[in-house]
């Protein structure tokens, strides 16, 4: 058996294609189409192919590593990452190996100059952003980097007017179909735990895609069934207490995440409330905490592999010399126990 190193030629002699199709689908080129991607990307894997970094970077000039920066979230325990945002970085590991970038992982606080400059230090090519707190409060520091000419992706918003090239879920319709979901189960009186204006953009169309889905039904949402909550699980439980000592009556909540949502379940519990005989409940994210709750929890899932993959590759086509371009992922309903 050969010990011979793979090279480009031969993932395109087993996925079928030329060899400059190969080179452009490892750079992430977004003239090859995502099943001739995906095909050159198996067939590597196959190869256990690696791309020879040293020689590549002497040609282009550059150190192969990308910067992850990771912003400081409340959370549960003390990792201040939101986990949702750790379920992307295996993903995200993945795509940058495939395509013969190191990743380097940085925890920021807000409060720090995290729009330094990180290419014309030489750290890395380009930078990936992910949970960088208030988009209004950060929108200067995006500005430069689009003025120093960064290379930069970030997770969010993918919509007309933002920042930069964005990766993000269709925010919008997961707040309908939550909406349409508690509707279809017989609930009236919806209550919305969550953000609702623009300083949080994707909570926002969460926000406007819920309400979509209770027009559609003709059902009229009171606004006092809107409660303030930052994705934790602490604001789910104090957002839940709170509205059972308000008296109202409501029949389901929408969470716009599943923290919250798992927070307001254990307030219903104590409250001696069914879930879902008499509250239904529906979260967002999708992460493995909402299969373990009691009952599991339905929620809109958003897809943390492809979310990693795209914001690679979105990066490494900026990197490329390609005009930045956002990318907006479906999202998908699952029911389980909770609604």
């Not at 707040?175 to 609930?187: D, P, Q």
Request: aromatic residues 8%; negative net charge.
């Amino acid at each position: 058996m050969s010990n011979r190193r793979p090279t480009s030629f031969d993932i395109a002699a087993l996925a079928g294609v030329s060899q400059p199709t190969v080179s452009r689908a490892l750079s992430g080129n977004p003239a090859v189409s995502e099943e001739t991607r995906n095909r050159v990307l198996a067939a590597a894997r196959q190869l256990n192919y690696t791309v020879d970094k040293n020689a590549s970077g002497l040609r282009r000039r550059q150190s192969r590593t990308i910067a992850l920066l990771f912003f400081e979230d409340p959370t549960p325990d003390d990792t201040l990452i939101n986990p949702f945002y750790l379920a992307m970085v295996g993903p995200i590991t993945r795509a940058c190996a495939t395509r013969g970038y190191d990743l380097l992982i940085s925890f920021q606080q807000l409060s720090g100059d995290w729009h330094v400059d990180y290419e014309d230090s030489r750290k890395a090519d380009g930078i990936m952003l992910l949970g960088y707190g208030n988009y209004l409060e950060a929108l200067p520091r995006l500005e430069q980097l689009v003025g120093q000419r960064t290379h930069f992706v970030r997770w969010g918003a993918a919509k007309e007017g933002q920042i930069g090239a964005t990766v993000g879920s269709d925010n919008e319709q997961g707040g309908y179909l939550a909406g349409r979901h508690l509707v279809e189960r017989g609930c009236r009186s919806i209550a919305f735990f969550g953000t609702v204006d623009r300083s949080a953009p994707e909570f926002f169309e969460r926000w406007t895609g819920f309400l979509r889905a209770l027009a559609e039904a003709g059902v009229e949402h009171d606004p006092r069934l809107q409660v303030d909550a930052p994705p934790t699980e602490a604001a789910g439980r104090a957002a839940a207490a709170a509205l059972l000592a308000s008296g109202l009556s409501f029949d389901g909540i929408f969470a716009t995440s599943d923290f919250v949502a798992l927070g307001a379940m254990h307030a219903l519990h104590e409250a001696g409330k069914r879930i879902p005989a008499d509250v239904a409940i529906v979260g967002f994210d999708d992460l493995g905490a909402a299969r373990l709750a009691e009952p599991p929890l339905t929620t809109i899932a958003q897809d943390t592999r492809a979310a990693g993959e795209r914001l690679v590759e979105t990066l490494v086509a900026t990197i490329e010399g390609k005009a930045p371009e956002s990318v907006l992922l479906p999202v998908r309903l699952v029911v389980r126990g909770s609604a």
